[in-house]
């Protein structure tokens, strides 16, 4: 058996400047907006990517990086396979967890919820921008599912765009978008000695938010 991985010698120095209470919007989406402008004015390729953490009917849990597609006031929403691992986890438990982390700025942001299904609607339109090999894999996989091997995907990519020449595949039934509705939210700003700056935002039963400075 290998020794394991004495990683305790890897560290780096957080140099942000602080973040206090005055600084943050009220709106905790105000906030996460301005956030978001930020970090893809720094890199816009990775700024969307988040960990969307779920867990199934047992409490096991899940996580993974999926692309956010479109924010605001209803929620926070990706796109996916209801047949894939976590459309199956969250018919069982409808709530979930979003973490963004944004290295180059050293910010994170927690984002958890209930979540539901987006309507046929809104998955048709944002479906029909996706450019069109996306369209053809999303028709072709049963994500999650095991397959025999690669070839056997890839023919069912090609029996798609033989059937489909224009590229005007449908949108699959199974296949369309999730929203989390934000019940709390966390900001947290990477600060020199590890003595990090961390707000929580919680959802009040009048509606209102409540923001708390956390300790690190």
């Not at 046929?120 to 450019?131: G, I, K, L, N, T």
């Not at 700056?197 to 409540?210: A, I, T, V």
Request: charged content about 25%; proline content about 6%; overall charge negative.
């Amino acid at each position: 058996m290998k020794e394991s991985a004495d990683l305790s010698s890897t560290r780096r120095e957080y140099q942000a400047e602080s973040l206090r209470r005055k600084d943050l919007c009220d709106d905790p989406v105000k906030q996460f907006s301005l956030w978001m402008e930020t970090a893809l004015s720094v890199s816009p390729d990775d700024a969307t990517s988040m960990v969307l953490a779920t867990a199934d009917a047992e409490g096991m849990p899940a996580a993974r990086i999926v692309l956010l597609k479109h924010f605001g006031p209803e929620g926070f929403a990706w796109y996916t396979d209801y047949r894939s691992d976590k459309g199956r986890q969250l018919q069982e438990n409808p709530q979930a967890e979003l973490l963004f982390y944004w290295y180059g700025l050293e910010r994170q942001v927690r984002i958890c919820g209930r979540v539901e299904q987006l309507t046929a609607a809104q998955a048709d339109e944002y479906f029909q921008q996706r450019p069109v090999g996306s369209r053809m894999s999303a028709a072709a996989s049963c994500q999650s599912h095991p397959i025999e091997n690669r070839e056997a995907l890839e023919n069912t990519v090609k029996k798609l765009q033989a059937r489909y020449p224009q590229g005007d595949v449908p949108r699959p039934s199974l296949w369309g978008g999730y929203i989390l509705i934000p019940q709390r939210y966390e900001f947290w700003q990477g600060r020199e000695n590890r003595l990090h700056d961390r707000f929580r935002y919680s959802l009040q039963d009048n509606g209102e938010w409540c923001v708390e400075r956390l300790q690190p």
